[in-house]
């Protein structure tokens, strides 16, 4: 139990850090094109955006899911809470706003593509850089991550 607490509470731990967002949107060409490497870069990292890398290329929000968020909060107690907390550093970044740092794309691929998201999307290369500890991949499948995210919108203030 300790081990996945461990494991599924570091799953967050590169979603926030406070302004990275814009620093990945002022780095993103005009128009939502997705950027692209510079030649002689590692290929892997080629059409990085703030949308990160995995299998989320578009999430749509609606009005705030009151059962999905129920269950995105159980999600993050049990596998999040040990590295992150909503308003203060732990292991891991504040969590409370990171919907507002990130975009949903980039969140749901952080917690469903962790190890190739670190390897290669910038702004996690960065945030890895700030919070040394890899965050270990959560394993939660796409309606899981989709509920925490839910989550997360609901506590944002």
Do not use: W
Not at 36 to 42: K, L, M, S
Request: net charge neutral.
């Amino acid at each position: 139990m300790r081990a996945t607490l461990i494991i599924g509470g570091a799953t967050l731990l590169l979603l926030a850090g406070g302004g990275m967002l814009e620093n990945a949107r002022a780095q993103q060409p005009a128009g939502n094109e997705q950027m692209t490497e510079e030649p002689g870069g590692d290929p892997a990292q080629a059409g990085t955006s703030d949308l990160g890398i995995g299998p989320i290329k578009k999430v749509t929000l609606g009005p705030l899911d009151e059962k999905m968020a129920a269950k995105g909060k159980a999600l993050f107690q049990t596998h999040c809470s040990v590295c992150h907390a909503l308003d203060q550093r732990k292991v891991g970044p504040a969590l409370r706003d990171v919907t507002k740092q990130r975009t949903p794309e980039f969140i749901m691929n952080m917690v469903l593509n962790t190890s190739d998201m670190e390897r290669h999307d910038p702004t996690a290369k960065r945030l890895e850089a700030e919070f040394p500890l890899k965050m270990p991949s959560p394993d939660l499948n796409e309606k899981q991550a989709r509920d925490l995210l839910e989550y997360l919108r609901s506590v944002a203030k």
